[in-house]
């Protein structure tokens, strides 16, 4: 009696193994081949067809290649500065600071950064510092900065390159990237193409 | 008016509007009528199931179908399992990323397969192309699954009594193919053109402009972004998800993401309405859930906009408000609104930092994810609202004296037994999680110092994200704490990941299989009304009661502790 049930009970096992678990196995294997190799394969065709062949926007200036969307280091008073990064700017491992808004720790950071900034700008003022300018982004490669951000870095720029700050603004402004068809989002600098320009001043 | 908030403006109401057609097309899929793709599908839909040995035109009761979901995430799983821990040999290695450890690729696994992506692992370093591939397999397949568990239930919901609820597989490979697959060649193709990278070339090495030597890391990635946002699955190739700028370029590819998020879980409502011809019911549960997201987005886009009163003190500007962990070419608005979408639907990916926002907008994302059916995850987030409209129709009924019915069918003892179980299941988990954590931490501050990334409430706040994110299949973290190498966030996740994840869909199923055999009751004058804006308001209701009774005191310890001592002075 208990043979034969555990028997049945065995049968009955087998039977649902077989409605199901081949059946998953199988579409599984297919759905690999398919939304792994496939479908990965497709993307990379029609990458093909993008600029650049879909590895990235580049930009070339006298010889050498940068990457146009990710924020290099600038430290040099030569240089328009990028935001801060809580990764030193390492692009093969991108992150945040993720310091809360009330963290002791964090807001003295942001003062630390202030009082840098105006050490290397004095003739700013503390008002017109945006934050952007003093805050990490979100990435750690934020390739841009926010227009008065650039604007408070000019009379820096000016006195060691010997340039008049109005070639200056205007070279912000020929560099400053509208809102999506004029009319979405923030006004924005990327601060590449704008060192990239100022080198090519002379 | 203001480029930021009309950018927002814009791409909420847009996506709302694509819902509507995209929802339309779903209902066809589900019903099995001709739609325009069936030249390119149906021969290949054909071939697979020849392939695997699938008759789809079986039909099975709920709880056949339960199983077959069951024993396919099974496989899934093991499947995770043996990739991730052997990554580092495997073939598709460029950068030479190891092989996870067991804790690691059990959380990493459970989280792929159970729609939630969070991630204890940095995608730059701790993942080969062949791992990110698995990943991306299962952003398809995961989200199949939760489709095709909402389908099984629009299925019950028809006037009629019957145990067969068509087959599980069919609508499973439908799902990924006619309606995952299609938007996501779109979405990656939008990225590709604007920026994002799809390569196998590995790390690339340079010289910056000032002389520093940079890598920068590249690889598919646009195939695996365009699925992440669309099959909420949040799960993104880079560590910082689509705040990395080869990860979302530029405000359009923002826009086409962030309208990606919610996109499909929007259409299911409205393809509720299609297939089951009742749209004003639809309309219903639309309006619920718009005028539930508008309002956890107002103040969260006020709040972001707004800044942070500790650095004003400092006395700089803050034009941008709040700045910290977000991207110059979004802006706080559209970080606001991704952050408040990413976490309405079970999406989890993030352009800006939630653990750096403003609290009340973390306290609106985590609201966002305790309701969990604003919008919801693809398939999974009507599922979770359908209980809702359970206990509604079981309250209001008790309220006017009426027997509760929904859609012609009587509610009785079990169908309530099980809604109020599955209600259950997510504050139980968020809050013992969340108990068990804080009470580990204050019993052993310096073993696990590491824990938290900010002292104080937000440190709380912190803890209770990451069990909300998990019981919610979200995805999205408070990234400060440090869950990388832990095997107590590794281990505790997975488990509350599993159980809400696969319970919150049987309970659903279960309910609507049960009705379906029920005998249907005509509609007469003694039934309540479920498709008016009186119902609607009670389905609000029952939501905000019940939502704010589990949470209201583990929320007014961290988010709303938090903004009071900020804003005090």
């Known amino acids: 009696m208990y043979r034969r049930n555990a028997l049945r009970l065995y049968k009955q096992k087998r039977k649902q193994m077989k409605t199901n678990l081949l059946p998953a196995i199988k579409l599984t294997l297919i759905c690999m081949v398919f939304f792994m190799g496939i479908y990965t394969l497709l993307i990379y065709g029609i990458a093909q067809f993008a600029p650049n062949n879909g590895k990235g926007f580049i930009i070339e200036s006298k010889g050498k290649k940068y990457y146009e969307n990710i924020a290099q280091k600038f430290t040099d008073d030569k240089y328009f500065w990028s935001r801060p990064s809580a990764v030193d700017y390492n692009a093969a491992s991108s992150g945040a600071s993720n310091k809360g808004p009330s963290n002791p720790d964090y807001l003295q950071t942001v003062q630390d950064r202030i009082d840098t900034f105006i050490v290397h700008n004095p003739t700013v003022k503390k008002a017109e510092i945006p934050s952007d300018i003093v805050t990490a982004s979100g990435s750690g490669e934020d390739p841009n900065i926010s227009v008065q951000a650039a604007k408070i870095q000019v009379s820096r720029i000016a006195k060691i390159r010997n340039l008049s700050e109005t070639t200056l603004l205007s070279l912000i402004e020929q560099n400053t990237e509208k809102p999506l068809f004029g009319l979405f989002g923030p006004e924005k600098i990327n601060v590449l193409k704008l060192n990239l320009a100022l080198d090519n001043l002379k | ?569």
Request: proline share 4%; net charge neutral.
């Open chain 2, 1 to 569: 008016m203001n480029t930021e908030i009309l950018g927002i403006i814009v791409i909420f109401f847009g996506t709302l509007a694509l819902a509507y057609p995209l929802g339309k097309y779903i209902a066809k899929v589900f019903a099995g009528e001709k739609t325009f793709l069936d030249p390119v599908f149906n021969p290949m839909e054909k071939f697979f199931f020849r392939l695997s040995g699938i008759d789809a035109a079986n039909e099975m009761n709920w709880k056949q179908s339960m199983v077959a979901l069951l024993v396919i995430n099974a496989v899934w799983f093991l499947l995770g399992m043996l990739v991730l821990m052997c990554q580092g040999w495997l073939p598709l290695n460029p950068d030479g990323n190891p092989s996870m450890t067991a804790d690691c690729a059990f959380n990493t696994t459970v989280s792929f397969v159970s729609n939630t992506n969070l991630q204890h692992y940095s995608g730059e370093t701790m993942m080969s192309y062949m791992g990110q591939l698995t990943l991306q397999l299962f952003q398809f397949i995961s989200a199949g699954t939760g489709i095709a568990a909402c389908a099984i239930v629009f299925n019950a919901l028809k006037n009629r009594t019957t145990d067969k609820l068509g087959n599980f597989y069919n609508y499973f490979l439908k799902s990924c193919t006619r309606i995952l697959l299609p938007l996501a060649i779109i979405v990656a193709a939008i990225l590709i053109f604007r920026g994002s990278p799809q390569t196998f070339n590995g790390k690339d090495t340079m010289i910056s402009l000032q002389g520093d030597t940079m890598h920068v890391s590249t690889g598919p990635a646009a195939g695996m972004i365009a699925i992440k946002q669309l099959g909420t699955n949040g799960g993104g190739y880079f560590g910082a998800n689509s705040a990395v700028p080869f990860e979302n370029p530029d405000y359009l590819t923002n826009a086409v993401e962030d309208c990606s998020i919610f996109l499909i879980a929007t259409a299911m409502v409205f393809a509720l309405g299609f297939y089951l011809k009742r749209k004003k019911l639809a309309w219903m549960i639309f309006g619920v859930m718009t005028v539930s997201s508008l309002i956890l987005l107002a103040p969260t886009v006020y709040y972001e906009m707004k800044g942070n009163p500790a650095i004003e003190k400092m006395g700089i500007s803050q034009p941008f408000g709040n700045m910290e962990g977000k991207e110059m070419r979004f802006g706080p608005a559209a970080s606001a609104l991704w952050e408040i979408t990413t976490t309405n639907t079970s999406n989890g990916s993030v352009n800006s930092m939630h653990d750096s926002s403003m609290p009340i907008s973390g306290m609106c994302a985590m609201l966002g994810m305790m309701i969990n059916s604003i919008y919801g995850g693809v398939g999974v987030g009507f599922l979770n609202f359908y209980i809702f409209i359970i206990i509604a129709v079981f309250i209001s009924g008790l309220m006017v004296g009426r027997t509760p019915e929904f859609l012609g069918k009587k509610i009785e003892a079990r169908e309530m037994k099980i809604a109020m179980i599955i209600f259950l299941i997510h504050p139980f988990l968020i809050l013992t999680g969340t108990a068990i954590s804080t009470y580990l931490y204050a019993e052993y501050p310096h073993y696990l110092a590491g824990w938290l990334n900010n002292p104080g409430y937000h440190g709380f706040s912190e803890m209770l994200y990451e069990f909300t994110s998990s019981s919610a299949n979200n995805g999205s973290g408070f990234e400060g704490l440090g869950d990388t190498p832990s095997v107590f966030w590794n281990v505790s996740c997975g488990i509350v990941m599993l159980l809400s994840r696969f319970l919150p869909i049987i309970g659903p199923v279960a309910i609507a299989g049960l009705l379906a055999n029920k005998k249907f009751i005509p509609e007469s004058s003694g039934t309540l009304k479920t498709d008016t804006g009186t119902f609607g308001v009670m389905v609000f209701a029952v939501i905000v009661v019940l939502v704010g009774l589990s949470f209201f005191t583990a929320l007014a310890m961290g988010p709303l502790a938090e903004h009071f001592t900020l804003f005090a002075h």
